[in-house]
């Protein structure tokens, strides 16, 4: 296994707070994702890593805090200008769109980058057919590097969970996203398919070099494949660090195991 | 009954089925793209035909232009401008405020804008009788003269008419399977969410989407309009497609067709051939006993997708 080279900081998160009603989802979160590391967000259930990664990709908007991406801070942004800033995500309840092939699928996620016109798209004119036939050709590559190569015209909704997965986060990575955020990639899925699942993710990172960002249940999958880990529990960060140092972290210790009084 | 007339009853059928096609094309679209079914359909016809119909009388009196294949050709510039905007107001004040809200919340949404087209169209345009007249020849023409005797005897203007539908929807099918934009109108179709977090711009997707059904309305209110004249009645147009996307399958491009042309032909032939047992009067209903029909036979219609969910 190469050694991977850890760069500069690519995502600062700063002071976020969210909230819903009375609700406090994040009190005060900073951490920062530096380029090509695998990031994991970790907590128990209800800690908000969900919220977090939603703020990260404009779902949510925080009413306190700044995150910025390679130096370029947005507070209000929709999905979709996340999107074309080079932020790439998958879903924890699978969004796919199930009524489409495989392959259909995945090219949606190269939509950002088709340029060519409408018309000559629908004739097929010169350009537009090359460009088609590029971005294909890239698809094509993604699912081999996924083995889903057998499944490539079936409607999605027919396949079963884990390959669903698969395909999801194919889509994602059709769009050669700089940060690719993984909400519980792992989840609902036997031993095998997760030891998959953390093979694809080890090798977009260390293949592509794409900073990953996962939120993950699974403490065992989390510690064997981060870089480093930031805790959550209760909206707060109680932890943040390599995973042999948040292991023996008290305050984590105690909330994913409780404390003995 | 012989061949030449059984097929001329199925001529008269398929053309008018192409019409009924025409305007179920248009819930299609918008049903495809945004999961809604789009009851200001029927609205948007009379909308987009009232402003034709208006343009064209306007138009040489402004303009001073004389030919009327110009005036026409800008009246449906000038109308096609109007859906555009309309497409765009809807999304800017309706949709855009209700991105991920329940199916129900939509069509609601869309019966409101129904009854706010009808009204604005005739508040701008006016709410009388208005003609379209873009030329269409009204004379029949025989054909087959040397096959059958007598020949057979098609009505010229819905000849055209169905032509102009078939191109039309030659057209939109082009665009939905073969351009990166019809890929990410399925795809907002599937998910909003998921297709946001890749990228896809849902308000500009809608736009697109509600002026394709605009454009689509304005040729069908444009040719219903120049065989019956522009009235408040061409809503009802719309109603008479319903059964059409029932039958084909709500998200079926072919299916809008192919219902089409079913429930066309079935009109005629019911009408020509069982009105005189029951009595006449079978085209008026047959349509929708056989949408009652396929609902409890085959809900999901002929071509649209079969729903499973998972327990």
């Known amino acids: ?261 | 009954m012989t061949i030449a007339s059984f097929l001329e009853t199925l001529m008269g059928g398929l053309m008018a089925g192409m019409l009924y096609s025409l305007v179920a094309l248009g819930f299609v679209l918008i049903y495809k793209a945004s999961g809604v079914f789009n009851f200001a359909q029927g609205a948007m016809v009379l909308f987009a035909a009232l402003a034709m119909a208006r343009f064209a009388e306007w138009i040489p009196g402004l303009t001073g232009i004389n030919s009327p294949v110009l005036a026409n050709l800008l009246a449906f510039a000038g109308a096609g401008v109007m859906m555009f905007l309309v497409a765009w107001i809807i999304e800017r004040l309706v949709l855009r405020h209700l991105v991920n809200q329940e199916a129900t919340t939509l069509l609601m949404a869309t019966l409101g804008i129904s009854y706010f087209l009808d009204g604005i169209g005739q508040t701008i345009f006016g709410s009388d009788i208005y003609k379209i007249d873009v030329g269409m020849p009204k004379d029949p023409i025989m054909m087959f003269e040397n096959v059958f005797e007598g020949g057979i005897l098609i009505n010229k203007e819905d000849l055209y008419a169905a032509l102009i539908a078939a191109v039309l929807v030659g057209l939109l099918t082009m665009f939905f399977q073969k351009t990166s934009t019809g890929r990410a109108l399925r795809a907002v179709a599937d998910d909003h969410q998921a297709a946001q977090s890749i990228g896809i711009p849902l308000n500009r997707i809608w736009v697109i989407v509600w002026c394709v059904a605009g454009v689509v309305a304005l040729v069908a209110g444009m040719i219903w309009g120049s065989k019956l004249g522009v009235q408040f009645s061409l809503t009802t147009v719309a109603l008479r497609a319903l059964p059409v996307v029932i039958l084909g399958g709500l998200t079926s491009v072919p299916g809008a067709i192919i219902g089409g042309l079913i429930i066309g032909v079935g009109e005629k032939l019911s009408e020509v051939f069982l009105g005189p047992y029951v009595g006449g009067g079978i085209e008026i209903w047959f349509a929708y006993v056989l949408a009652l029909v396929f609902l409890l036979f085959r809900p999901q219609g002929l071509f649209g997708e079969k729903i499973i969910d998972r327990v």
Do not use: W
């Not at chain 1, 990260?56 to 991406?69: A, D, E, F």
């Not at chain 1, 960002?213 to 510690?223: N, S, T, Y």
């Not at chain 1, 972290?249 to 105690?254: A, D, F, G, K, Y």
């Open chain 1, 1 to 261: 296994m190469a050694t991977k080279l850890i760069g500069d900081v690519i995502l600062d998160v700063k002071n976020i707070s969210l909230s819903f009603g009375g609700v406090k989802a994040l009190t005060d979160i900073s951490f920062n994702v530096r380029e090509h590391e695998v990031r994991a967000i970790i907590g128990p259930n209800g800690a908000g890593k969900s919220s977090m990664l939603n703020c990260i990709n404009g779902v949510y908007t925080p009413q306190q805090g700044s995150i910025s991406l390679r130096g370029q801070t947005f507070s209000h942004m929709d999905s979709h200008q996340v999107a074309t800033m080079g932020i790439g995500r998958t879903f924890q309840n699978l969004a796919l769109f199930k009524g489409m092939s495989v392959i259909d699928n995945i090219m949606t996620g190269r939509n950002l980058r088709i340029k060519s016109n409408l018309f000559l798209q629908a004739l097929r004119i010169g350009p537009a057919e090359r460009e088609e036939f590029r971005h294909r050709e890239f698809v094509e590559h993604i699912i081999d590097f996924l083995e889903i190569q057998a499944y490539r015209k079936t409607p999605v909704g027919q396949l079963p969970y884990g390959l669903q997965k698969r395909v999801d986060l194919g889509r994602a990575l059709a769009m050669e996203p700089q940060v690719l955020l993984l909400d519980e990639p792992m989840a609902g899925m036997n031993v095998e398919e997760k030891q998959d699942m953390c093979r694809f993710v080890l090798d977009v990172n260390q293949e592509f070099g794409t900073t990953v960002v996962l939120i993950e249940h699974d403490m065992g999958v989390v510690m064997d494949i981060s870089d480093r880990v930031v805790v959550l529990d209760y909206g707060k960060k109680i932890g943040d660090g390599t995973p042999d140092e948040v292991r023996n972290n008290e305050e984590v210790i105690s909330a994913y195991l409780g404390t003995s009084h």
